[in-house]
């Protein structure tokens, strides 16, 4: 360990730059910028980038409904509705009026409630009518490297000529939320002018937390990791749907999500959707029901990442009863 | 608690500046968000990875890796790190 002539290798950006290139994003250091989190991209976009009054189209049902982040910076969300390939194009092109200033915020890799993931064919389509719509888009990709069944198709950034789209990618979904490590990616004059407000905001992410970073990253570990990841999200994905079959049954429909760790449970009950939130939580289960994604419909999201296997089973079992009015 | 001007500022006090600033979260939101630290709760929803997937060896040898390999560091870069081969002697 000597002191001398030493060459410190601290590249980040040069990392993430990297990496995104497996995804088929081509950004170089200059324009990604390191955020803490994606939820801090959200924030510094919000602010710094669109304009109060402007109107944010989004996936309806959308996790970005459960935040206020958009509306306090005086914008409006617009909720689209979806398929199972994806957010619906028509819808999205009868609502965009030209004339206002309105970006498109999506989630197409195992989408945040819904574990939706967009197809090939439809992120063409929407390729195609954002062009044509003049539309900016926020992609949020926070969930791509936990693809379980096959590598989803490359991102909507990945085919970005014009630096139309804003890209968001995290470490907190798939490696640990504590390291507060994600970033966003778009043209260099943007990305500056972001990195300005990051600067007034919090003056740069953890130095520890960056290098840290770097080291999953380039040492070829958070690929390997993603591999055992992939391995016990499969196992816990398994259990659940089987579970789901076992104790719900009739009374919920679900598709099965192809990666993520979410999969959304639409329930037939005569129960609100506060009642069976509030019965659970007395039985000692947290479960997150739509309204707080904008689904009026009855249905939950189920997580099969956190809790233990067996807690899972055990909580599924005890919804099963609430929803047959004997819980 | 002693209530103070910070105290209030938020609460029932509502100044016409802090509505421009964030809103609460909604209620369930903000109740979801204490609930989901309770250790006692089966968390069902919860959207982070269970700490039995925490890659626990190899974060502790990484960490090992940084602080050995640490120099003095403080303010970043304003985009994030990308120090090009710097030396040090």
């Keep these: ?327 | 608690m002693v209530n103070n001007t910070w105290s209030l500022m938020g609460h029932e006090f509502q100044t016409n500046w802090i509505e421009n600033v964030h809103q609460a979260s909604m209620s369930t939101v903000q109740s979801i968000n204490i609930a989901e630290s309770d250790p006692e709760l089966i968390q069902l929803s919860k959207g982070e990875l269970s700490k039995e997937m925490f890659p626990l060896d190899r974060m502790q040898t990484i960490i090992q890796k940084v602080g050995r390999e640490l120099l003095p560091f403080g303010y970043e870069e304003p985009q994030g790190n990308f120090e090009t081969q710097a030396s040090y002697k």
Excluded: C
Aim: proline share 4%; charged share 20%; net charge neutral.
């Design chain 1, 1 to 327: 360990m000597g002191m001398r002539s030493r060459k410190v290798i601290l590249k980040l950006r040069q990392a993430i730059s990297d990496y995104l290139l497996q995804k088929g994003i081509l950004a170089s250091p200059y324009s990604i910028l390191i955020v803490s989190g994606a939820l801090q991209a959200l924030q510094l976009i919000s602010i710094r980038l669109l304009q109060k009054g402007s109107t944010v189209f989004l996936e309806k049902p959308s996790y970005l409904y459960s935040l206020s982040t958009f509306q306090a910076a005086g914008m409006h969300l617009s909720g689209i509705g979806m398929d199972e390939e994806g957010i619906l194009p028509k819808e999205l092109k009868e609502k965009n009026n030209k004339s206002e200033r309105s970006i498109l915020y999506t989630i197409p890799n195992f989408h945040n409630p819904t574990g939706i993931l967009m197809t090939e064919e439809r992120r063409k389509e929407i390729l195609q009518l954002v062009e044509k719509e003049q539309l900016p888009i926020l992609e949020d990709d926070v969930y791509g490297d936990l693809w379980l069944d096959n590598l989803p198709p490359s991102p909507l950034k990945a085919a970005d000529k014009n630096g139309n789209i804003l890209y968001i990618g995290s470490l907190s979904k798939s490696l640990s939320p504590g390291l507060r490590i994600g970033w966003i990616v778009g043209s260099q004059a943007v990305i500056e002018r972001l990195a300005d407000l990051k600067m007034q905001t919090d003056y740069g992410s953890s130095s520890l937390s960056q290098k840290v970073a770097y080291e999953w990253l380039s040492s070829g570990l958070y690929e390997q990791h993603l591999e055992q990841i992939r391995e016990q999200l499969l196992i816990r994905r398994e259990v659940t749907l089987k579970t789901l079959n076992e104790y719900i049954g009739d009374l919920g429909q679900w598709r099965i999500p192809q990666g993520g760790f979410f999969i959304w449970l639409r329930v037939f009950s005569d129960l609100s959707m506060r009642e069976i939130y509030s019965r659970s939580l007395e039985k000692g289960i947290l479960l997150n029901p739509g309204n707080i994604y904008s689904q009026t419909n009855t249905a939950f999201q189920i997580s099969f990442a956190n809790a233990a296997i067996e807690d899972i089973e055990t909580g599924i079992q005890k919804l099963g009863f609430i929803l047959r009015g004997e819980g």
